[in-house]
């Protein structure tokens, strides 16, 4: 879309105005990149999407605030084989809880309403189940982010080894 015609729609007021629903960094990176659509079959499924989301959203105001973390540029390293630090570790496994209770949530709704929500459906179906993931960071990250100390057993000796080497020296 041309400048001057977001200007004629005040298209930067309306997206200021939709940012208060960001409640992370990739949605308001999402919202700041919105491109004009000009095909009329994909505006009526994206109006079909937002009538869906809002629907949701008056009914269940606080359930689906959720705070995602950006986590791209840790799994482009990860792919590399790169090591990963823990806050990344952290940001990756609160994504995979997020999206685990979103998926659980969301189809309890489902059910409950009797209602296939099937426009926001098709996004939810594309999340992996990644409970074996979910259980492996789980053991390696403790609730505040941080390595757990017993994280491998080579981290469990060194741990041992350092008590052991304080106890010699008091």
């Known amino acids: 879309m041309n400048k001057i ?3 004629k729609l005040n298209l930067d007021l309306v997206l200021k105005d939709i940012e208060k629903y960001c409640y992370s960094e990739l949605s308001y990176d999402k919202i700041q990149n919105l491109k004009y ?3 009329y079959d994909k505006l009526v499924e994206v ?11 008056r009914k269940y105001p606080n359930e689906f605030r959720l705070k995602i ?12 084989d790169s090591v990963l630090s823990e806050k990344e570790l952290f940001y990756i496994l609160r994504n995979v809880i997020t999206y685990d209770r979103f998926s659980k949530r969301f189809d309890s709704i489902k059910i409950q309403e009797n209602n296939s929500y099937s ?11 990644l409970e074996d993931l979910e259980r492996y960071l789980d053991r390696i990250v ?5 390595i757990r100390p017993d994280a491998s057993l080579e981290l469990k000796n060194i741990k041992a080894d350092i008590t052991k080497l304080k106890n010699k020296s008091e």
């Not at 109006?47 to 959203?57: I, R, V």
């Not at 426009?119 to 189940?129: A, F, G, P, Q």
């Not at 403790?142 to 941080?146: I, K, L, R, S, V």
């Open 119 to 129: 426009s926001l459906t098709k996004y939810i179906e594309k999340l992996d189940n």
């Open 5 to 7: 015609t977001q200007k």
């Open 47 to 57: 109006h079909k999407e937002n009538e869906e989301a809002y629907e949701l959203l």
């Open 69 to 80: 973390y950006d986590y791209n540029t840790s799994v482009k390293k990860a792919k590399k």
């Open 37 to 39: 659509i000009n095909n």
């Open 142 to 146: 403790d609730e505040d982010g941080y």
